[in-house]
């Protein structure tokens, strides 16, 4: 062992314990911000998924015409979300049907009815509406495009479970909806519609 005066071993334990304060005083602060981030994920994690359980309403973004009739707008609502993805998608069409609520342009004609939905394994929605839809629309292909993409983009951006969606008219394939734009097949959303 090293023979060291008593005045340099009272400093050097000085020095130590002024060293091991520094040290706490600089990590203290960030261990409690880390114990406080994990205490708040916890409680978030808990708290925010019973919250939705209590209450089953989520923000839903509805697409309706602009008042020019050129493009699509999103109108935000509160909706009761099933954990059913087929319920969902009921309660957005029949939404879209009922038309907005301010400001922007109905793009489904009143009377329309939804006459069932599904969708199939491979993510594509079946949107079967009545022949009101057709017997009734304005015409017109910048219409009948904002039509379909009405329903089309309201179900995909909204429904994580849709990926495409198919339009029939009284449980039957329509060549069209009003003279200008294909049916026989499914849609994606077009996001160029939305401003």
Known sequence: MID?????????CLWYLGALLIGC?????FQCADAET??????????????????????AH???ADRHNFFLKS??????????????????????IKGPQKGLVRTIPAGTKLRAI????????????????KKKHPGGSNSELLTIYSLVNSLILNVTEIKQVKILIDGNEAP????????????????????
């Open 75 to 96: 109108e935000l609502r509160v909706m009761h979300q099933p954990h059913n993805p087929v319920e969902f998608g009921r309660a957005i069409v029949e939404a879209l």
């Open 4 to 12: 060291i005066a008593p005045s340099a071993r009272k400093r050097l």
């Open 62 to 64: 509805l697409y309706f």
């Open 25 to 29: 005083v600089t990590i203290l602060p």
């Open 38 to 59: 994990e205490s708040n994920s916890r409680d978030d994690g808990r708290l925010i998924p019973d919250l939705r359980k209590q209450s089953n309403k989520n923000p």
């Open 176 to 195: 069209t909806l009003a003279g200008h734009i294909n049916l026989q097949f499914p849609f994606k959303a077009h996001m160029l519609l939305i401003r």
């Open 118 to 133: 599904y969708i199939d394994p491979d993510s594509v929605c079946y949107v079967d509406l009545s022949a009101t839809v």
